[in-house]
Nanobody, 121 residues
Framework: QVQLVESGGGLVQAGGSLTLSCAAS????????MYWYRQAPGKQRELVAT???????NYADSVKGRFTISRDNAKNTVYLQMNNLKAEDTAVYYC???????????????WGQGTQVTVSS
């Protein structure tokens, strides 16, 4: 099995910054695309940022210019640098990854358990 563990959440004032980390552990051949989602109270889970195997990134319009997704393949870790945080960024943030367990395997998907980010105004 593959486990994704998020860390770095917490309480921050509006305008502040946080960096989230998501580390993958277990036995696998390759991590392909990686994603950050978030779910605010009473809202649907939404896609925040993506980073593909080759490093291409994409962002939701609401966070573009403020958030940066990156990955360290040697550490099997994806990061989300969040700057100029706003109250509306308050949510549980989830890591999501597409993983090949073996070189001949099809892709499988995994979710982290989430980390709380709270932004006070």
């Amino acid at each position: 099995q593959v486990q994704l563990v998020e860390s770095g959440g917490g309480l921050v004032q509006a305008g502040g910054s946080l960096t989230l980390s998501c580390a993958a552990s277990g036995s696998f051949f390759r991590i392909n695309d990686m994603y950050w989602y978030r779910q605010a109270p009473g809202k649907q889970r939404e896609l925040v940022a993506t980073i593909a195997t080759g490093g291409r990134t994409n962002y939701a319009d609401s966070v573009k210019g403020r958030f940066t997704i990156s990955r360290d393949n040697a550490k099997n870790t994806v990061y989300l640098q969040m700057n100029n945080l706003k109250a509306e960024d308050t949510a549980v943030y989830y890591c999501y990854a597409v993983v090949q367990l073996r070189i001949t395997d099809f892709a499988r998907t995994y979710w982290g358990q989430g980390t709380q980010v709270t932004v006070s105004s």
